[in-house]
């Protein structure tokens, strides 16, 4: 085999509910992770060595939190490695990752990157890793890689890697806005606990149910999904990046359903009634001044998968 392509979803957290800080430096999750049409693409050829580059959102001359690494840290690298490893094959290929999903902006664009080259680099080595084999080194690799190659919409708890698949029936529609600058996602987590330790938001004891977005996803209306999201990670994301607060605004005036900040942001995800909603949502968005990007998603959509 030449050449195999693979590509994989950018998620958003529809429910988030994060636990306390654990020993061992994670926060126990519950959370309700949905796939949206926001994809990114890997490209494998065979090679000598391993080699990356990466096009697109984060490339070139990207800064701080927002570049996007061609080496060792990049979690396409790592994840070529691990495969490489447990197959017992050598990990010579070049790769290339064509970013749409923006960096660091809570929309999981590195464990999606991850989850497209496990299945990219499977194919184009002939280690026929089964799927199970491959959820398993993508625990490993980050705790949204899991979802990133499962798709769809699925609970997430633990660390967000132990999932249980949800069912919906229904394409919701969704405006995403980017904003100019990413943010750390360890940095925000740390903020929550500062917040907690302060006593100003509520210290994460007991996790949100995840039922009411679960049981609202399944059959809709808009309205009461709308109702029912919640991010723990909000209160610290806007505590960060008070800029957001407008962003959140803009999108309330703009008729969205619901908005609220992708995982550990600073994305907007603002919820719409419909596709023709969405477009709406987006052109009022777009000319508000307050987003770097405004793009039109809908989820769920498949995981990581080959294309062609
Ligand atoms: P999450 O929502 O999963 O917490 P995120 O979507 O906010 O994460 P990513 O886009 O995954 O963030 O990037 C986070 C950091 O990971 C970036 O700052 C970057 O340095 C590093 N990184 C490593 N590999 C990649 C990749 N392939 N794409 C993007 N970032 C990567």
Same mark, same amino acid.
């Given at each position: ?8 979803? +950018? ?38 060595? &391993? ?27 790592? +994840? ?21 999903? %923006? ?17 990219? &680099? ?103 999904? +709308? ?8 209160? %610290? +994301?806007?505590?960060?990046? %008070? ?56 989820? %769920? ?8």
């Amino acid at each position: 085999m030449t050449v195999v392509v693979a590509r994989a979803p +950018a998620k958003v957290n529809v429910h988030l509910a994060v636990g306390p800080l654990r020993p061992d430096g994670f926060h126990e999750l519950r959370t309700v992770f949905l796939a949206v049409s926001l994809l990114d693409t890997v490209t494998a050829r065979p090679g000598d060595g &391993l080699a990356l580059t990466v096009t697109g959102e984060g490339a070139g001359a990207a800064r701080g939190a927002d570049r996007v690494p061609t080496d060792r840290r990049n979690l396409v690298w790592r +994840a070529a490695e691990l495969l490489a490893t447990s197959a017992g094959v050598s990990a010579d290929a070049t790769i290339e990752i064509a970013k749409s999903i %923006p960096a660091a902006a809570g929309l999981a664009g590195g464990s999606a990157d991850a989850a497209a080259a496990l299945v990219a &680099l499977d194919a184009l080595w002939g280690t026929r890793a089964g799927r199970e084999d491959l959820v398993a080194l993508a625990a490993r690799l980050g705790s949204d890689v899991p979802f990133s190659l499962l798709g769809g919409v699925a609970l997430g708890t633990g660390r967000g890697e132990q999932l249980t698949p949800v069912l919906s029936r229904t394409r919701w529609h969704w405006v995403l806005g980017i904003a100019g600058e990413g943010l750390s996602t360890p940095a925000v987590y740390g903020e929550l606990d500062r917040l907690r330790a302060a006593g100003r938001v509520p210290d994460g004891q007991e996790l949100a149910a995840a039922e009411p977005v679960v049981a609202a996803l399944r059959s809709g209306p808009p309205e009461a999904l +709308a109702a029912a999201l919640g991010n723990d990670l909000q209160a %610290p +994301a806007l505590a960060l990046r %008070p800029e957001l607060a407008r962003a959140l605004r803009a999108a309330d005036e703009a008729g969205a359903a619901a908005a609220l900040v992708s995982g550990s942001g600073p994305t907007v995800a603002a919820l719409a009634q419909d596709e023709q909603d969405a477009v709406r949502i987006t052109a009022e968005l777009a000319g508000a001044g307050v987003f770097r990007t405004v793009r039109a998603v809908y989820g %769920p959509v498949p995981g990581a998968r080959l294309v062609g």
